[in-house]
């Protein structure tokens, strides 16, 4: 099989290391900065989907010149994007990178045997 | 066909020079690229040399493609805001990608999207099963790329009979697998580069020469637009708010949009030729940036085509919607800004279906070739890059015949196809796999071929290809499902199918799950760069 020829820690120690305090840890970060946006923009991407579908008077509303409601909101959602983006690498670098360099840094210290190479 | 003049003003002989240019210019990086070029990990995934922003600018490339630039420009022209309504989904669906899949996939993976999904399951299975969903999304990407050349061909080089049309696809073809062939992933992401660099240029360029002409002022440019296509082009509707129907199909697309693009296998492929899956986000953030930016311009090059040319137009030109984008460089600049369009186009063309065939070929060869074929056990991995060539020749020819027989078809209903059909069949598996700890062999093929099948099958029985005057069939009858787009049932009922297949099934590796997600998460072990 391909993945067993790649180099790593073996078996127990993945174990190990997936049941330390650490690890859980960094799961719980990723997690709770994922999964709880993943929703939000789902909601608000459909949200948006259903409006320009099925509100047309509301969406057809001039704001301003020529400029109406469906387009502010459209060009919010590339804001949104261009945001949620920006939030998240601010947010990986800080949180969730030096966890994982932490986790990494003990496992390759010497602590745990290497097999191959 | 009476249509065969190409747009007026168009020369035909500018149009081939600078295309020619840009052909000329890519083989020359194309060779010097593939000196470096030997092992597996150089074939497949560049030496995982390429740094963030220079993969970013890639997968823009990649994704950027001839539906998304000619395709989108024209559906604002003349569907008005509906057109615009695509650039959101295809935009917001990198969010996907960013949070749930990106690094985690780097971290797992090697080559394909098969190794990631296989990681913790019955190899041989899984790896098949993956490679038979990455075959059948990139088959039909590439037959809306190829299908769109012939139109393209028609409209900017003056060729109305099918024959010589053909030709020019069989052209484009060729210059494709030497491209794959020769530069292997290196080649073909630096051909993606120039190529994303030229498009993003050329589209910034008009779009400040259509502002400028409306005094820069958003709302005196939809006022030119709504002047001469109606004021309804302004509102949303024109094109998905006729009946109960289309507004129900309209958000099936939605589904299909925001969720495929993390199961394409041509994009996921692409994470693999960075050093780490810090980089990889870069590159992520890299595309969000570039693609986003490059929507806003669709908008304007559709709504100033709308004002500029007028949608009675673009409608009578040779390639229809289509021409949009080309007869507003005309009406600019003259022939030879459509003369740099046009070659634009058909770079885009050119790249997108060299990522198409690498990844394709990529995955026949390392997960059908070297893990259910040879079990695993190819001793010579020479012989797997061999493999993996012999398989692009094949693709290559496959494209270049597929081309040529659905040359005239509905481009983005194509590209809407491979969405639904990564989204289905893809998605859900790489999300329960990277995140769903129960999940197992039978989940996984469950959800694969289940999504793939019922998919496929609504896409069989829609009036996009039977029933009606503009289906591929137009006089069979047997449209049983009423939408075009199959995503709001395909898609929730392959995530069933994952669940059902787990839950039935008692299979379930704690050992090489603890292994996977220590891995994804920490990148301990990950494949590092070849080179430098």
Redesign the interface.
Known sequence: MSTSERTGPDAGTWREVQDSADFAELRRRLRRFVFPMTGLFLIWYLAYVLLADYAHGFMSTRLFGNVNVALVLGILQFVSTFVITTIYVWYANRKLDPQAEKIRAEIESGAVEETGE | MTLAQGVAGSSPALNISIFGLFVVITLVVVFRASKNTRTAADYYAAGRAFTGPQNGIAISGDYLSAASFLGIAGAIALNG?DG??YS??F??A???A???VAELLRNTG?YTMG?VL??RMR?RPVRAAAAVSTLAVSFFYLLAQMAGAGGLVALLLGIGNPVGQGAVIAVVGLIMIVYVLVGGMKGTTWVQIIKAALLIVGAAGITVWVLARFGF????L??GA?QKGGPAV????MQ??KTGLT?LD??SL?LAL?LGTAGLPHILMRFYTVPTA?EA?RS??WA??LI?VF??FTLVLGYGAGALVGPQAIRTAPGGVNSAAPLLADALGGPVLLGFIAAVAFATILAVVAGLTITASASFAHDVY??VIKK?AVDDKDQEVRVARITALVIGAVAIAGGIVANGQNIAFLVALAFAVAASANLPTILYSL?WKRFNTSGALWSIYGGLVVCVLLIVFSPAVSGNSGAMFPHADFDLFPLPNPGIVSIPVSFLLGWLGTVLSKEHD??KY??M???A?????A?KATHQ
Not at chain 2, 217 to 220: D, E, V
Not at chain 2, 234 to 237: A, K, Q, R, S, V
């Open positions: 805001y615009f309504l959101i989904g935009l917001v990198w969010l996907v960013l949070l749930l090697k190794d296989a990681f190899q002022n958003l709302s005196a939809l006022g709504a302004l509102d949303p509707g998905y708010g507004q309209f958000v939605a925001v810090k986000r992520v953030v969000i940036w986003g929507y806003l070297a893990n695993g995140f704690e050992a603890a292994e997600e220590v891995r998460l920490t990148g301990i072990g494949e």
